[in-house]
């Protein structure tokens, strides 16, 4: 059910080469011939076999590298009749490669790994499967060290499944002891209540034959079904319960068996086409759910499914086992519903209501039809949203940071982050987790100013009295608030919806489209501040996408053709001593490790030192860099999003639901853009 298992936070093992380049020049040696030199000294190579007394080898030439001083010792040339080696022009050491990402535990940084699971698969069964591995690889890891899952569904999944199981349980219950108090013979509630376990197993059944999960909606689809499941078998029994009674009292002795059954049918007969179609009229009520597409869908089909599965299982017990089960179990003198005392009372108290309203007709009418004015003057007020928010038991902490802040500085913002985070709430916070950047997959694009801080709540009994969800989110972005950061706190589960539906990790979001990138940014930001007025609208925030800090090296074509120096000459000098290059692989037993060449850090960090890199050129001359191109810092693009290809520029807003509903926020923020901007013929 593993479909890839991304690693994510720590350090690769690297060979790096540091190049000097004042020790190019002393030797005379070019970067190009360095690199050459490094790539021929780390080879094996085949020279197929040979025989000898019989015998036949195999003929393996060993040269691959095996450690620092093997690079070091490597010749390049030699100068003036002296051998050139490695360690003559650079510094070789073993480091870190270079990263995009990392992971922090409370202010420690840490290793992990993002476990994704294959599509279609059953989360739980997966995540059981895991904690199995894990638990058995843990004999077999170094002293110290353990592999500690920070996050998975398991506990929302059984707490979600284990509610809607124990409402499932009590509605079937409270539906059964009504029965029971109103009918008053034991064997009609018995048959009665019949419909509701079987009807569920039946629907359970086909669940299974089908391959629909036991989730929160389609669970949710039996429980609404409930109500409508008995009705059918409570009109059903009721009628040949009332039909027996009223031939037994009729004939004023026990009916035979024949006119048992034929009393029984009868009264089957009456009910089972108002029964079926009632059943039927409800079902037929969902097909327009079925026709959902997208997110609506998704979400609402186990739900449709388990209801009509559900439905349809009453309808086939109502129809044949009631009646049945009614003949064999209801013998003897049966005693009128009415005779009941629930049912004397409510008679008693309902009879002059009925009487009072008919004779008083204008006033029900005039109530009603005032009740129904208000209704339609409160409905605008309420608040209105696509589903309720779930309550997934954990936080997702995201703060954003403005384009061009570095993963050294990110990273310091990380790791204070979570110990506030996790020092100021111990009653509340059993663990925190913070990823920045993305991890190594192809599925993880994020860029090193984004952060995804996952908090794991305790159980609600240990935290403070009086602290509440909404409470506890408030007090955490209010402790964590740094300037020039912006807080985005949502759950982990309701983040990836959004991301996948509409690529905005808040609930509400605002999508800016047009050619200019730089004006589309304009715009968003504008945006941004108007959002800020609305009552309920969280740290509204638009991203820079334009803002993010360039060292540009443009080329002069014509200098470097005076010194007979092409265009990718220059470059591959910028790509290997600036950004460095990985040039080979050494193979240790089962183990990779590659080896990279770039400048001495102090030799390529600051602008200066950039313009002395030296470019290699025809005569066997090296010129400065400064010689053939210009340097200067710009902004440009940090990410280019496009749609329907058009780019576009974003405004996250998270929302305080607790105070406004999200398709309230959208209404209103649509209704002041439009003035704004549209109106205003702001738009590209």
Do not use: C
Not at 284 to 301: C, D, E, N
Not at 415 to 424: C, F, R, T, V, Y
Not at 461 to 478: P, S
């Amino acid at each position: 059910g593993v479909s890839e298992v991304a690693s994510v936070g720590g350090f690769v093992k690297q060979y790096q080469i540091d190049v000097h380049p004042e020790r190019l020049l002393a030797h005379n040696v070019r970067l190009s011939d360095m690199i050459m030199a490094v790539k021929r000294s780390n080879l094996d190579v085949g020279a197929k076999t040979f025989e000898e007394g019989g015998t036949e080898f195999v003929v393996r030439g060993v040269g691959f590298i095996k450690s620092v001083e093997d690079i070091e010792d490597i010749v390049i040339g030699a100068h003036n009749g002296v051998p050139v080696y490695v360690k003559n022009i650079a510094d070789v050491t073993v480091g870190p490669d270079f990263r995009r990402g990392a992971l922090d535990k409370e202010g420690v940084e840490a290793t992990g790994g993002v476990v994704l699971m294959q599509f279609g698969d059953n989360p739980l069964r997966v995540i059981e499967r895991i904690k199995a591995k894990i638990e058995e690889l843990g004999p077999g890891l170094p002293p110290g060290v353990r592999i500690v899952p920070f996050y998975d569904r398991t506990q929302l999944i059984h707490r979600s499944v284990s509610t809607l199981t124990i409402s499932l349980v009590l509605a079937t219950v409270i539906t059964i002891l009504t029965i029971v108090v109103f009918l008053r013979h034991f064997f009609g509630s018995f048959i009665i209540s019949l419909v509701l376990p079987v009807g569920v197993l039946m629907a359970f059944v086909v669940m299974y034959r089908i391959g629909v999960d036991a989730n929160i909606m389609s669970l949710g689809g039996i429980i609404i079904a409930i109500g409508v499941m008995v009705d059918s078998g409570i009109v059903m029994t009721e009628n040949i319960y009332r039909r027996l009674s009223e031939a037994g009292a009729e004939k004023g002795a026990p009916l035979t068996s024949n006119e048992r059954l034929d009393t029984t049918i009868a009264g089957a007969k009456e009910v089972a086409a108002p029964v079926l179609f009632s059943l039927l009229t409800t079902i037929v009520s969902f097909i327009p759910v079925f026709v959902l597409t997208g997110k609506s869908g998704r979400l609402f089909h186990p739900l449709a499914f388990t209801k009509t599965f559900s439905m349809s299982g009453a309808a086939i017990i109502a129809l044949t086992l009631i009646p049945t089960l009614s003949y064999f179990l209801l013998r003897g003198k049966l005693r009128s519903v009415d005779e009941g005392g629930v049912s004397r009372y409510l008679r008693k108290g309902y009879l002059p209501v009925i009487r009072w309203s008919v004779g008083h007709k204008s006033v029900p009418i005039i109530a009603s039809v005032v009740i129904l004015l208000i209704g339609i003057i409160i409905f605008p007020n309420i608040k209105r949203e696509f589903m309720p928010p779930l309550n997934e038991g954990d936080l997702l902490f995201m703060p954003v940071f403005l384009p061009g802040a570095s993963i050294t500085q990110v990273m310091e913002v990380m790791k204070k982050q979570d110990m506030i985070i996790k020092n100021e709430f111990p009653d509340e916070v059993d663990m925190v987790v913070g990823k920045l950047g993305r991890a190594e997959t192809a599925t993880d694009p994020a860029p090193v100013t984004m952060l995804e801080t996952i908090i794991r709540l305790k159980d609600r009994k240990y935290w403070r009295k009086g602290m509440t969800r909404e409470k506890l989110v408030k007090e955490i972005v209010e402790a964590t608030r740094i300037p020039g950061v912006s807080p985005i706190m949502t759950q982990p589960i309701q983040n990836r919806i959004d991301m996948l539906a509409t690529g905005i990790q808040t609930p509400v979001g605002v999508k800016v489209f047009g050619d200019s990138l730089s004006k589309i940014v304009e715009i968003a930001i504008e945006i941004e501040s108007i959002l800020r007025d609305i009552p309920g609208a969280v740290a509204p925030y638009a991203e820079r996408a334009d803002r993010r800090p360039y060292f540009e090296i443009e080329i002069d074509r014509r200098q470097a053709a005076r010194y007979g120096v092409r265009v990718g000459d220059v470059q591959d000098v910028i790509m290997t001593a600036v950004g460095g290059m990985n040039i080979a692989t050494t193979v240790e037993g089962r183990e990779r490790y590659p080896i990279r060449v770039r400048y001495a850090r102090e030799l390529r960090d600051n602008v200066e030192a950039l313009k002395r890199i030296l470019v290699p050129t025809p005569s066997g001359a090296q010129i400065p860099l400064s010689q053939v191109a210009s340097l200067r810092k710009v902004l440009g693009p940090m990410t280019v999003g496009t749609e329907n290809a058009l780019p576009y520029a974003r405004v996250f807003v998270s929302v305080d639901q607790s105070k406004i509903g999200l398709v309230d926020v959208v209404n209103k923020a649509s209704k002041i853009i439009h003035e704004a901007i549209v109106e205003q013929g702001k738009l590209p």
